[in-house]
Structure formats: C-alpha cells, structure tokens
C-alpha cells in the first residue's frame, strides 16, 4: 500500500512540473513588449485585463492559423506572460497542444509540446533583441 501511494504521488508531481521557456532581462516596456510579441503570435484570441498575459489563437504545428470550419484532430495555442513588477521583465512562452475527444466532441488539454514551445520562445526571444536595437524613446520610468 505504501509502494502504490508512493507511486501515486511521483505521477502527482510528475504533472505540475511547467517546462515554458523563460526569456530573462527585457528590457523593453511593457507596450513595446506586447507590440513584438503579436508580431509574433499574431492578434491575440484572449489577453488579460493588465495586458500581460496573451493567447494565441490557435494554430497547428507550423504555427498556421487553422480555419475552425475544418475537422480538426489537434491544436495548439501559445500562451506568453510578462513577468515582474518592473524591467527588466522576465517573458514566460509556452505551446500548449489540444486533441479532439471524439466521444464529447470536445477538445481536451494534453499539456505544453516542449519542442514548439522552445521554437516560439526562441522566435520571440529574437524578436525582443531585434527590436531592443531599435527602440530609440524616452525612458518614462527614469527621465533622468
């Protein structure tokens, strides 16, 4: 009994462990950051009310936008957070993957694809620096 509780717990653990790629030192605000980062994953399905936090809409494996009026098996959809309270910011990216339950025709949640998520993150992550030798404005957080 001890060994099947034991068990159970590893499975238990084994499940809440987040594998997102995590990009550190953004120096970007926070406007700017959201600006490259839909520029990336296109115009966002759900964004949170502090607007750091944004949904793709979903896509298949090559990031191609799907058409829902087609029969689709899978999908997928790339969650980004900005983190931190001030810059440098800390940017979460993860690829979360669905699959059609034919039963009740419905999509359940199989948990992030490592490989799309280290693919997007990598993508948004040189997107960041490109736009950070870009970005020539006024610091408003510290004018002098």
């Known amino acids: 009994m001890k060994l099947f ?4 717990f590893l499975i ?22 959201r600006k490259v980062i839909t520029s990336i994953i296109g115009k966002p399905r759900i964004v949170s009310l502090n607007g750091r936090e944004l949904s793709s809409t979903y896509h298949n494996r090559k990031f191609e936008d799907l058409d829902e009026s087609k029969k689709i098996k899978a999908r997928y959809y790339t ?8 810059r440098p910011y800390e940017i ?7 699959v059609l339950d034919l039963e009740t025709m419905t999509f359940v949640d199989l948990g992030i694809d490592e490989s799309l998520t280290q693919k997007r993150g990598l993508e948004i992550k040189r997107a960041l620096h490109k736009s950070l030798d870009t970005y020539q404005a006024v610091d408003a957080e510290e004018v002098f």
Request: with cysteine; aromatic share 8%.
């Open 5 to 8: 509780s034991a068990f159970l």
């Open 12 to 33: 238990f653990l084994s499940g809440c462990t987040t594998t997102a790629l995590y990009i550190e030192e953004s120096t970007l605000p926070v406007p700017e950051t």
């Open 79 to 86: 969650k980004v957070v900005i983190l931190g309270p001030r």
């Open 92 to 98: 979460s990216v993860q690829v979360t993957k669905e």
